[in-house]
T-cell receptor
Framework: AQTVTQSQPEMSVQEAETVTLSCTYD???????LFWYKQPPSRQMILVIR??????QNATENRFSVNFQKAAKSFSLKISDSQLGDAAMYFC????????????FGTGTSLTVIP | EAQVTQNPRYLITVTGKKLTVTCSQN?????MSWYRQDPGLGLRQIYY???????DKGDVPEGYKVSRKEKRNFPLILESPSPNQTSLYFC??????????????FGSGTRLTVV
């Protein structure tokens, strides 16, 4: 089974600064999808950004962008101009195409935004 | 509005008293899944279903049951809850074959406490 690793259990960032959350994954597949989900204190899981593995271009959604390094199996999330509302738990997720479309999640990174 | 409706949001119960957490989606998704979230462990899959009458075990199925008699509903059943099943539970759904890049839509979570 694929594994997803988030090596930073906790991170902090000053308001208006930039922070990068790391995620690596292990797979032998060539086609798959990658996601970052945000879980604020309300505990609702919110999709932040997604990346198709066959696309070389890094995905961007407003202040959120990814650095997708397929060969290195790395999928980091960059948050620019951090805001207080960005404080949350962030989960990296991998979706297999071959293995029944299964999802695999990392253990999460708790982000604190310091005013 | 496209959504996954999960009930109840909070539940406190006693050891051994059977309970059901309901999950319903209105997006005609084939794929549905249950997760439990525990601190430091991230999201762990309990059961999943790829379509009606098709269910399979995830990573932590012991002590849980599911059924998928209708496409929209995927209830989670705890026949004899124990304190180690105290957790935050999420139901999620997704397309299985088309638009897989959209990832999961999550329910709002159920905080279960077994005393």
């Amino acid at each position: 089974a694929q594994t997803v690793t988030q090596s930073q259990p906790e991170m902090s960032v000053q308001e208006a600064e930039t922070v990068t959350l790391s995620c690596t994954y292990d797979t032998s597949e060539s086609d798959y999808y990658l996601f970052w989900y945000k879980q604020p204190p309300s505990r609702q899981m919110i999709l932040v950004i997604r990346q198709e593995a066959y696309k070389q271009q890094n995905a961007t959604e407003n202040r959120f962008s990814v650095n997708f390094q397929k060969a290195a199996k790395s999928f980091s999330l960059k948050i620019s101009d951090s805001q207080l509302g960005d404080a949350a738990m962030y989960f990296c997720a991998y979706r297999s195409v071959a293995n029944g479309n299964q999802f695999y999640f990392g253990t999460g990174t708790s982000l604190t935004v310091i005013p | 509005e496209a959504q996954v409706t999960q009930n109840p949001r909070y539940l406190i119960t006693v050891t051994g008293k059977k309970l059901t957490v309901t999950c319903s989606q209105n997006m005609n998704h084939e794929y549905m899944s249950w997760y439990r979230q525990d601190p430091g462990l991230g999201l762990r899959q309990i059961y999943y279903s790829m379509n009606v009458e098709v269910t399979d075990k995830g990573d932590v199925p012991e002590g849980y049951k599911v059924s998928r008699k209708e496409k929209r509903n995927f209830p989670l059943i705890l026949e004899s809850p124990s304190p180690n099943q105290t957790s935050l539970y999420f139901c999620a759904s997704s397309t299985q074959y088309r638009d897989r890049r959209h990832g999961y839509t999550f329910g709002s979570g159920t905080r279960l406490t077994v005393v």
